[in-house]
């Protein structure tokens, strides 16, 4: 079973810039999760879709971030524009849905954002 | 409010055996998840426990105790590749049937030879 697809896998942008990253989830997996983790820390969730409605983007930070999962599997997270406390590694991660046992998460590689 | 505490370091030594702890403070827990992150990765799973006792799963173990709001990662046979940092998170239920993942920052585990 593939596992869950990111690109890129490192960004170097200056503050002010635009960046996105895309994620492919695991195949048939309704929910999708975007997490930002900075160097030391767990994992912040910034957006959580059910198919392709958003569940949960309250610690989203709006004015400058932006996420769609428009058919429901691929996401894209953009930033813009970029300052320097969004230099994180930008991890997304999939899991099958509603069920308590399953909604086991299931990380991809990540993207490595640094803002100059 | 929400609030997961575990250690922020800990050394052990190979072939022996390490706990991790991690506590917790939910309005309404739904279950406790560790995962395995090592340095440059993203984190994997490694133990699920919704009720209170003890789950095995070849050298690791995840120990839950609802009542008390603590769990703990017993890592046995300690190997050099365990060398990693271990993540709490705990699902948290609010607003009727939504569920949120809530991540400690992790504990940083060194194994030496």
Redesign the interface.
């Known amino acids: 079973e593939a596992g869950v697809a990111q690109s890129p896998r490192y960004k170097i942008i200056e503050k002010r810039q635009s960046v996105a990253f895309w994620c492919n989830p695991i195949s048939g997996h309704a929910t999708l999760y975007w997490y930002q983790q900075i160097l030391?820390?767990?994992?912040?969730?910034l957006i959580?879709f059910q198919n392709n409605g958003v569940?949960?983007d309250s610690q989203l930070p709006k004015d400058r971030f932006s996420a769609e999962r428009l058919k429901g599997v691929d996401s894209t997270l953009k930033i813009q524009p970029a300052k320097l406390e969004d230099s994180a590694v930008y991890?997304c991660a999939s899991s099958w849905g509603e069920n308590?046992?399953q909604?086991?998460?299931?990380?991809?590689?990540?993207t490595r954002l640094l803002v100059l | 409010g929400q609030n997961i505490d575990q250690p922020t370091e800990m050394t052990a030594t190979e072939g022996a055996i390490v706990q991790i702890n991690c506590t917790y403070q939910t309005s309404g827990f739904?279950?406790l998840?560790w995962y395995q992150q090592h340095a440059g990765?993203?984190?994997?799973?490694l133990s699920?426990n919704?009720l209170d006792g003890l789950e095995e799963k070849g050298r690791f173990s995840s120990f839950l105790s609802r009542s008390k709001g603590y769990s703990y990662l017993l890592l046995k046979e300690l190997q050099m590749k365990d060398s990693a940092s271990y993540?709490c998170?705990v699902?948290d239920r609010y607003a009727g049937n939504?569920?949120?993942?809530i991540?400690?920052?992790?504990t940083s585990l060194a194994v030496n030879p």
Do not use: I, S
């Open positions: 030391g820390q767990g994992p912040k969730l959580q569940v949960d991890l308590l046992k909604e086991t998460q299931y990380f991809g590689p990540g | 739904n279950g998840f990765e993203a984190p994997t799973f699920y919704v993540l998170a699902r939504n569920r949120k993942l991540w400690g920052l992790g």
